[in-house]
């Protein structure tokens, strides 16, 4: 007894590993595929929410609207909320706009100073040109007076 | 594993979360990770978000194909490590080694590098991989803070043990020095120490060490726990060096409402048996009797209570007992039977499976609650066990895998959908397309501006004031100029004079009001002209993106349709081998409950001839006349025809090392706790 795996469990986990490897690299390709066809690079618009500390304010939900029109409203979960506070960036819409100037509106909701209900609002007229747009919504803590702070960021 | 090692587990790899969220306090020195990272790239965070979440397929879908559209270009360093993290993760453990072997280079912190090795090395370990989890555990260099240090040693003698080179782990753990806040690690290397030394036959060199821990006072569980351990390694280590007086003490000092209280129970009625106490074996070995027949000690104590009796010379309750054990072993034998026919239905892993969360997938997984099923109870060891966790880990990866292709599936027939859809709208427009692109209207549109910006440049040279004048006003200037071009054939008289002077004067007020507006007009047109020269631009820029599409679209969607009917492709190869393999994990894994459930049956089976015999060997001897009139024997050797009906375990008490709180552990393991449980 050497401790090793029998020879048929080792010789299934390798296959498994194959497969799991193979399975994995299947499903990029089909995430790549499915971008590429939905959202080509020359219309794409992405919008992204990210969140600092977070002490002044606890995101509960989001609505977008680009051009006055609703794009994306979004209820974050408690988990999707730590993610965002450990430093994960949420890419909350994704979707195709003409080459010229848009208008974007994001509504914030959630639990502001003191726990009381908040809401704010920020918006941000961009000029979209023939590449992918890429916009920030970062939602930030103004220490000085202590209130968080909402702004969205072109990133060309 | 909890949640919070799972982080700590992968997180210790990238070490960017406290980083990424708060800058300030990342700012602080910290040995043990990486260098300050912000999220220099927004889709590199967008990965982060579902790991984050513990949703690590798609953070690896989504760092990989990033990477390949080139989004994270600020992140290639982290993209890497924490990809080979995820691959860890998902229980690729070939691929995240060979990765960390590329990655984890001098230029890797110390502390991120050594936490890596570590990590490897215990997911190795655990999946059997004993040769690599020591080959990562050795790559950790340099000082780790105590606690690491200790589990370190932990899993090293662990190897070693389970790998049979006591010697080697001797010396390991004798090296090593615990410090005083560390009383549960070393608890813990005790019992290695002394369970290695009772594999090498040095029973009372491990005394000391067994004994040790088998005093500790605790109110914890998992000391109290590992203290009965140690109290069953030393009392069954004295018990096989026939050292019965030694042994029973010591087995004494283990719970009677504890785990292995059976076994303990089992082994003070031997340890009273081998000195020919029979009478005082009969009291551990009755109280055995009253629990769950399924525990092989409980087992056992059916045909050694019997046994004791016909020792005693009490050959009726012997025969009695023996009948009882029959009847017992009878309705396990049917029970077995029906468990083992439900495996064989090839159901076993689905049942297992129902009631458990259908989200979570990867390495750190583990069913947590044995189901209602008809073969659970007799397989509650296995479940537990190590192989078949792992087992049906992948199982379940594998069904994790599987609904999401067969997602994709149904994504596929869209893309086909659309992309027919999409020729369709292109045969449409292409005639049309096709009539704007040859009528060149842009060309005649540019020459007719070329023209017209002539006109005005020669208007405003000439000074023209006419020419931009209203309608109105041209028609005037007209009027006048041929009035003027009539009166110069017409004669000279008073009336003709008038009417000259009336047209010059006409004239006159009319270019005094063409001449004050001919600045601003020429002004308006240019800026018309510039209006007209955006639109012109503008209508170029279209017409050369309308060519543009026109001429690529058939490659566009083209080259789409090959891609889709390629992964189409794999994705239903994919799905063949997922089921083939989920198959074969599936049958190993059912010839694993099924080769315990016959190994129960068979042991069961074994007992049940014994007792048969013994039985029968009483009624002779009743037959004889000679079993009644017996005299109580000193001991087992004396009679070679009882001797028969003793249980093995009489002559040949488990080894040391073989006493584990799971049977389906393997003796031979010499395994302390769990290292998944260290102490806190």
Same mark, same amino acid.
């Given at each position: ?59 509960d939900s989001l609505t977008l609207k680009i051009d006055n029109k609703e794009v994306a ?34 509504f914030f909701a959630g639990k502001g100073p003191n726990n009381l209900d908040y809401k ?33 960021k072109d990133w060309e | 594993m909890s949640k919070l090692s799972r982080i700590v587990a ?138 690491? /240090? ?68 605790? !109110? ?202 999409? /020729? ?113 631009? /503008? ?86 006349? !000679? ?10 050797? /004396? ?42």
């Open positions: 007894m050497t401790g090793e795996p029998p020879a048929d469990t080792r010789a299934l986990d390798e296959t498994v590993q194959d497969l799991k490897k193979d399975v994995v690299d299947l499903n990029k390709e089909l995430f790549v595929l499915e971008e590429e066809l939905l959202f080509p690079a020359n219309t794409q618009v992405a919008v992204f929410v990210s969140m600092d500390i977070g002490e002044f304010f606890a995101l409203n979004y209820m974050y979960t408690p988990r999707e909320a730590e993610a965002l506070l450990k430093g994960g960036v949420h890419r909350v819409y994704l979707g195709n706009l003409k080459v010229g100037e848009h208008q974007l509106v994001a704010r609002g920020a918006n941000l007229k961009f000029e979209k040109g023939v590449g992918a747009k890429y916009l920030e919504l970062k939602i930030t803590d103004r220490q000085r007076k202590a209130q968080p702070e909402f702004a969205i | 992968v997180g210790a790899l990238v070490a960017l979360a406290p980083a990424l969220a708060t800058p300030a306090m990342a700012a602080k020195p910290e040995v043990d990770k990486l260098s300050p990272t912000v999220v220099r790239d927004l889709h590199f965070g967008d990965a982060l978000f579902y790991y984050y979440q513990a949703q690590d397929f798609e953070a690896i879908t989504r760092l990989q194909a990033y990477r390949q559209w080139g989004r994270m270009p600020h992140h290639d360093a982290e993209t890497d490590l924490l990809l080979g993290g995820l691959y860890l993760s998902l229980g690729l453990h070939n691929e995240a080694g060979e990765r960390f072997e590329t990655l984890l280079t001098q230029s890797v912190p110390e502390g991120v590098r050594n936490r890596a090795w570590f990590y490897l090395g215990k997911i190795w370990y655990a999946r059997g991989y004993l040769d690599r989890s020591e080959r990562a555990i050795k790559e950790v260099q340099g000082r780790l803070t105590p606690d690491l /240090e200790a589990e370190r040693l932990h899993l090293l003698s662990n190897i070693l043990m389970r790998q049979q080179r006591f010697d080697e782990a001797i010396a390991l753990l004798n090296s090593w020095k615990g410090r005083s806040d560390q009383s549960d690690w070393l608890a813990y290397a005790q019992y290695n120490l002394g369970v290695a030394l009772v594999r090498k036959g040095l029973v009372t060199e491990a005394d000391p060490f067994l004994t040790a821990v088998g005093t500790i006072e605790s !109110g914890r569980r998992e000391l109290r726990s590992l203290r009965d351990r140690a109290n069953l390694a030393l009392g069954y280590a004295y018990l096989q060096n026939n050292q019965p007086a030694e042994a029973k003490p010591v087995l004494q000092r283990v719970r009677l409402d504890g785990p292995f209280s059976n076994k303990a129970l089992l082994g003070v009625g031997w340890a009273d048996a081998a000195e020919g106490q029979f009478q005082e074996a009969l009291t551990p070995w009755m109280e055995l009797r009253d629990r769950n027949l399924l525990d092989s000690a409980v087992q056992e104590a059916y045909l050694a209570i019997p046994y004791a009796f016909a020792k005693l010379n009490a050959n009726a309750q012997a025969a009695e007992n023996y009948e009882l054990a029959i009847r017992s072993f009878d309705t396990e034998t049917v029970n077995l039977d029906a468990s083992l026919a439900e495996i064989d239905d090839g159901t076993m892993l689905d049942k297992l499976l129902k009631r458990d969360e259908k989200d979570h997938y990867g390495w750190f997984w583990q069913l947590k609650e044995v189901p209602d099923a008809a073969q659970s109870r007799y397989l509650y060891h296995l479940l537990a066990g190590h192989d078949f966790q792992e087992g049906l880990k992948n199982y379940r990866d594998l069904a994790f895998m599987g609904s999401t292709l067969s997602r994709w599936q149904d994504s596929i027939v869209a893309f086909d959908d659309m992309l027919d859809t999409r /020729e369709r709208a292109y045969a449409e427009r292409v005639p049309q397309a096709d009539a704007v692109l040859n009528s060149g209207r842009l060309d005649r549109y540019g020459a007719e501006r070329a023209t017209a910006g002539g006109k005005l440049d020669e208007v405003e040279t000439t000074q023209d004031v006419a020419a931009l004048g209203t309608a109105e006003e041209r028609d005037q200037w007209a009027r006048i100029v041929r009035l003027e071009t009539a009166l110069l054939a017409a004669p000279t008289d008073e009336e003709t004079n008038v009417i000259r002077e009336k047209t010059r004067l006409a004239k006159g007020v009319l270019y005094w009001r063409l001449a004050e507006s001919f600045k601003a007009r020429v002004w308006n047109e240019r800026r018309t002209l510039k209006d007209l020269d955006q639109a012109l631009r /503008e209508a170029q820029n279209r017409w050369v993106r309308v060519q543009k599409a026109r001429s690529s679209m058939p490659n566009n969607t083209g080259e789409f349709a090959a891609r889709v009917e390629a992964l189409r492709l794999r994705l239903e190869a994919a799905q063949q081998r997922l089921a083939g393999v989920a198959t074969q994990q599936n049958g190993l894994l059912e010839s694993l409950a099924r080769t315990e459930l016959e190994q129960q049956k068979e042991r069961i089976g074994t007992y049940q001839i014994q007792a048969r015999f013994a039985l029968a060997s009483i009624y002779d001897r009743a037959a004889l006349g !000679g079993g009644a009139v017996n005299t109580p024997k000193e001991g087992a050797t /004396e009679s070679q025809g009882e001797l028969e009906i003793v249980p093995s375990e009489e002559k040949q008490p488990d080894a040391p090392g073989e006493v584990q709180p799971a049977p389906g552990e393997t003796p031979a393991q010499g395994e302390t706790p769990p290292p998944a449980e260290p102490p806190k």
